[in-house]
Structures are given as C-alpha cells and as structure tokens.
C-alpha cells in the first residue's frame, strides 16, 4: 500500500509563494507519473499539476504560469511551487498518480490565501 504525505501548506497573503512537498512510500515511484490535486470547500477535487515519468508537465489553466511542478526520485518527493498565489488557490492540496489516482489518498496540506 503505497502512503502519501504532504507538507508545506499555510497562510499567505495575495502575491505570496508556498513550496508544497509529498513523499511516496513507493519504491516504483519513480515509474510513476505523479499529479497535484486540490480541493476546495464545496468544490471537486481537481488536478492542477502533473509530471511523468518522463518528467513532462502539465498544468490546469488557472494555475498556468504561476506553479511549477518537479520530482526527485531518489528522495520519492515530488513538490509543487506555487507563486503569484490567489485567493482561489485556497484549497486542501494532495498528491497522488496523476490522471488515475491511488484509492488511498493522504492528509493533504492546507493552503490559506488571505490578507
């Protein structure tokens, strides 16, 4: 049973950046094409970032150009840099397999935008 943990949620203001982080337990993490989620009240979880394998990225169009997604294998962490950060960029953020997610879901992390 692979175990996701997220980290590095928080209050920030408008403008401001947060680095997201999640560990795997996985020893195939590395063949594994690995996604960012985020949920916020009231709303569906949705897919904002992934990267494959093969270390292509994509993002949803609303965090276009403001977050970066990047993993390092040899530490099963995949993260998620989040700039320009928006009040609807609050939301609970998770990792998973991107596109067809693991039943298991971790904690998730809170991320708060807010002056």
């Known amino acids: 049973q692979v175990q996701l943990v997220e980290s590095g949620g928080g209050l920030v203001q408008p403008g401001g950046s947060l680095r997201l982080s999640c560990v795997a337990s996985?020893?195939?993490?590395?063949?594994?094409?690995m996604g960012w989620y985020r949920q916020a009240p009231g709303k569906q979880r949705e897919l904002v970032a992934s990267?494959?394998?093969?270390?292509?990225?994509n993002y949803a169009d609303s965090v276009k150009g403001r977050f970066t997604i990047s993993r390092d294998n040899a530490k099963n962490t995949v993260y998620l840099q989040m700039n320009s950060l928006k009040a609807e960029d609050t939301a609970v953020y998770y990792c998973n397999v991107a596109w067809n997610p693991l039943r298991s879901w971790g904690q998730g992390t809170q991320v708060t935008v807010s002056s």
């Open positions: 990267i494959t394998r093969g270390y292509s990225t």
């Open positions: 996985a020893s195939i993490f590395s063949i594994l094409d």
